[in-house]
Structures are given as C-alpha cells and as structure tokens.
C-alpha cells in the first residue's frame, strides 16, 4: 500500500540559511506520526513542502502518492491542516470563518462542525479578533477536522491548548484514527509526542536524527529524578543499578539520570526512608543525548550534564 | 470556489464604501463651488494665464471655467484619480501580499483551492470594487451637477468614469502583481504609488519640460486624460493601453505567484 506521506531525500535550502536536508522517511497509512525536534529544527519547512506553500530544492515528497505540486487540489482535499502560528480572519466571527473554510471544501457536514465545536466549548458567534489565543486555537481545530481528513497535519497542536481542551483534541484524534486517520504532528515537546504517536522522528538542524518506535523511544529516554532522603543520600547502591546513567549527591538529595523505566531505581529507593521524589518530563535535550550518545556523533564531553559521570556502570 | 469569491467581495466593500462615500462628497463639494467658479469667470481666466506654463498645466485644462473644464481639472485629473488610485492601489497590494503577511493565506491554501483561483477571485473582486466606484462617480455627477449648473452629458460623464476605472485598474494592477511577486504589501503600495506620482508629474509639466516630453507616452496619465476626458467619448486606443497594463499586471501576478515560495 503506499504510504499516506513519502519524503525522499527531501531538501529544501534558503540561500545560505538552513532548510532541511535529504528527509527520507514513510508514513503508513493509519499511523500517528511525531516530528519532534528543537524550534528551528526545519519542522515547519517540511510541512510546508508537503502543502505546496515552498518547492524542495531537490528530492521528493508525496503524499497518498500524488505529488502535492501537480495535484494541490486532490491531495488538499484529503488534509487537515493546524499551523502552528495561526492566522485567521480577525474580522469574521467563528462561525462566518468556518462556513468559509466549508463553502471551500466538499462535503463538509455542518453538523459535524457545529458538534466539534460544542465539545471544544467553541462559542462561534463571537469575532475572531476577540477571541483568546485558545480559543483562536480551537477555531483552527474545527477547521482542520471539519472535513473528516484522511491526514491531519498538526505543527505544534496543544501550543495554547488548555488542558480541558486538550483532552477533547485526543479524543477527537482517537475517533478519528479509528477510520483510518493518519497523522503527521510536529512538537518540540516529548510528552505531546509520547502522549499520541505511534512513531518518532527526531529531527535536529535540519537533518533526520533517528526515527523510532514510541516504545523504544520510551525504553531508551533519559529520565530525571531527584531523590530526598532522611540521611547522607546512600548513592552507592544506585550505582550498580544497569539503568543509571549519572548519579550526582548533594546533602541528602540524589539527581539521577535513568535511561528506560525507572522501576529498579524505585525499587531501590523503597529501601531507604524517602523523603520526596521529584521527576521531570524527559526533555528534548535528553533525547539527544541518548542518540547522539549513541552514535558517536557528538563527543559525550560536549553534552551537557554529563560532568561527574564517574558512577556510570 | 462561490465562497472564495464572496470572501474576495466581502474584503473589498468596506474600503469600498467609505471610498465611495469620498467619491461622492468630493463631488457634491466641487459642483457646490461651481457657481462661484463660473461667476468669476473672467477673473479666474485672466489669473490662470498668469501662472507658469507648468504650474498651470496642472492645476487647469485649457478651458477651466466651463463644466467639461472644470470637472475634469477638478475632478477627473486630480481628486477623482487620486481617490480611486488610493482605493485600488491599496486593495491590490493588501490581496496577496496583505494577506501573506498577515498568515491567513496559509491556511486558506491549505484547502482545496489552487493559487490561481485565489489570484482570480481576488482580482475579480478588486475590478467589482473599481466599476462600483466609478459608477458612485457617474451618478453623483449626474445627480448633483445639474443642481449647481454643472451639467454634462450623460454619454460623456460614463466614459470619463470607465476611463477612471481603468485607470485604477492599471494601478491597482501593479500593486497586486507586485505582491502577489514578492508577499510584501509595503513594496507594493511604495512601488505603485510611487510609479503613479512620477508618471502623472511627466505627464502633467511634459509639456513645458522639453527633455520630459519624450517620456509622455509612458504615462499611463497621459491614455487616461488625453485629448480629453469628458469631450469625444471613448478613444479605444487609451481604452486598450490602460487594459492592457491592467490584464499585463493580472498575467505577471499569475505567473510570479505561481511559481514562487511563500513566506511563512
């Protein structure tokens, strides 16, 4: 079957300024797909390839094998599309925006906006200019869901999003994946991505760093946790644990770096009187390390964080 | 496709309207001083040819104080154009480029519309715009010239009208061919604006600049005025210049906008 998206050696330059460079990967068809990468990363050049707005230098993308290019219209008519900066029609209200977007498209059911935007507590009647950034936000979701899309192209959704809404955003996903959805989401934040995709590409200045199954993203993502005990924190017998990447003490408190689950940590831990645990979602910056540790790329000297180091297994 | 046009539409009618509301003021304005233009008749003459040969050739056709005189020197030649030049060299500068800048273009090609429909409907919207304020034009000066005996025939005021459409439209043809090129509505505005000045100043004092009077024909003034707005009807070759620049700006825009990235 061929894939929903297919990037071919896709590379888009801006004179002396960074594109993205020979993208090579595939999208199946009902697959959820992250693009995760630092702001500047070529993210929204890549989406941007893939609507038609700018024309690769060379190499190739298509999507549901039609050359976006030649067939705009056909391949449009499949996508929903979520900018990242969105811009709308100050003037318009709600409503009168998404009647536009719907005379534009065929067969959008307008019951179907009207009960998206009820379940994103959209109130269409307002103008757009007086609106807040969120729900500015969820006009854009009405518009990019509206038409039943067999690819949603998100860059950076939940930016604005507030938590209720954000909800409403994955389950509207959920169902619609249940029909096949395919969708293509930029991020630069690891639990968007973690929270909805079936597979990661990691992408940095420009270039493709890995692509990965969720699982095994999770399995090798870089955890932080900060241990507090009731005495001199025992970092010795965290050591040993095949998990830790990095132990650092200070008083009573242990940071440590663990790569995978941290369930034998934990389990370590419970040995000891714990006084607090504080975690923190595994950054962006962790990832690379993790690959970049990896491969080679970068001397492990330049990364940050890896100073006293002397604990590793 | 209908909801691309009605969007374009929508777009328009307010500048449109307040525009248009101008149009007609400055006419009502202008037929209210005729009679005391006409009285001091004699006057005014003797104080026009006074002023310097290119001083006078642009405030004042030859014939100022008649009606065909006085409405094109006051009119047609100055406040009218630069009413309708403001109009549509500020719509077709805000249609591509305006709305680039602002991001809305993104999502508005995201749909199932191609660049060229996009151009289309926004051009046709623009033409509307400029045929309606013309047509403000032609019937304020058929319902308030009469009035201050400022009267013209009919025939007569809707071809100088048409003219002062096209004239528009050659303009506001640059300005949109020059957005939908670069996406910066400022260049757009400066680079018609700008033209639109230089041309009518070397049209207006080429007749007494002698290195000037060369240049003349490449002022689209000099297709819109000459031999004369309001006397002879329609010159078809001043009808298929200002067209031609109109439909040229409408082919570049086509052909630049198509081609092009667009700014993120």
Not at chain 1, 52 to 61: N, Q, V, W
Not at chain 1, 209 to 235: M, N, Q, S, W
Not at chain 1, 263 to 280: G, H, M, S, W
Request: charged content about 20%; aromatic content about 8%; hydrophobic content about 45%.
């Amino acid at each position: 079957m061929t894939p929903v998206i297919e990037a071919s050696a896709l590379t888009k330059l801006y004179g002396s300024a960074r594109g993205v460079e020979e993208l090579t990967f595939d999208v199946p068809q009902g697959e959820v797909f992250g693009f995760l990468g630092p702001n500047g990363a070529g993210k929204t050049t890549t989406i941007r390839t893939m609507l038609d707005f700018i024309r690769p230098t060379s190499g190739t993308i298509r999507l549901f094998g039609m050359d976006p290019r030649v067939d705009g219209v056909r391949v449009h008519a499949r996508v929903g599309y979520l900018p990242g900066e969105l811009a709308l029609y100050q003037r318009l209200t709600g409503e009168e925006y998404l009647r536009t977007f719907a005379s534009l498209r065929d067969g959008v059911e307008w019951s179907y906006v009207e009960d998206i935007s009820e379940r994103l507590l959209l109130d269409m009647t307002r103008r757009i200019k007086d609106l807040s950034h969120g729900n500015k936000q969820k006009v854009g979701l009405v518009q990019a869901f509206m038409h039943r899309p067999d690819l949603l192209v998100l860059d950076e959704p939940t930016q604005g999003l507030d938590p209720l809404v954000q909800q409403t955003f994955y389950s509207l996903l959920d169902e619609e994946r249940g029909r096949g959805l395919t969708v293509f989401l930029s991020s630069h934040v690891m639990p968007e991505v973690e929270r909805v995709c079936d597979r990661v590409a990691i992408v940095r200045e420009g270039r493709l760093v890995a692509v990965e199954d969720i699982g095994r993203l999770k399995a090798h993502a870089l955890r932080r946790l900060e241990l507090h005990f009731d005495t001199p924190a025992p970092a010795d017998s965290f050591a040993g644990l095949p998990s830790v990447r990095e132990i650092h003490t200070h008083g009573d408190a242990l940071s440590l770096s663990v790569e995978g689950p941290v369930d034998a940590v934990i389990k370590q831990a419970a040995r000891f009187t714990v006084v607090n645990i504080e975690t923190k979602e595994p950054s962006l910056e962790d990832l690379f390390l993790t690959y970049f540790g990896d491969d080679g790329s970068a001397p492990e000297s330049d990364a940050p964080g890896n100073e006293g180091q002397g604990a590793m297994p | 496709m209908s909801g691309l046009l009605a969007k374009a539409m929508r777009d328009q009618r307010r500048g449109m309207i307040g525009w248009g509301v101008g149009v007609a003021a400055v006419v009502l304005m202008y037929a209210a001083f005729y009679p005391s233009i006409k009285e001091s008749a004699a006057d005014l003459q003797a104080y026009m040819e006074n002023l310097p040969d290119a001083i006078r050739s642009i405030v004042a056709g030859e014939d100022y104080t008649s009606p065909v005189g006085y409405l094109e020197s006051e009119f047609f030649n100055t406040m009218g154009a630069l009413i309708v030049l403001i109009f549509t060299i500020g719509a077709g500068a805000r249609s591509i480029a305006g709305e680039e800048e602002s991001g809305t273009l993104d999502l508005l090609l995201s749909t199932p519309v191609r660049r060229r429909q996009v151009l289309a409907t926004k051009a046709t919207a623009i033409v509307g715009a400029a045929v309606a304020l013309a047509v403000i034009a032609a019937v304020s000066i058929t319902l308030f010239g009469p009035v201050f005996d400022l009267s013209v025939p009919l025939a007569d005021i809707v071809a100088a009208c048409v003219m002062l459409a096209l004239l528009g439209l050659s303009f506001g043809g640059i300005a949109f061919a020059v957005g939908a090129a670069t996406g910066r509505r400022a260049i757009a505005d400066a680079a018609a604006g700008g033209l639109a000045v230089v041309t009518f100043i070397v049209h207006a004092i080429g007749p007494t600049v002698q290195w000037l009077r060369p240049l003349r024909p490449l002022s689209p003034f000099r297709w819109y005025q000459d031999p004369g707005l309001l006397t002879g009807g329609l010159h078809l070759r001043n009808v298929l210049v200002l067209t031609g620049i109109a439909v040229g700006s409408y082919v570049v825009a086509h052909v630049a906008f198509e081609r092009r990235d667009l700014a993120s």
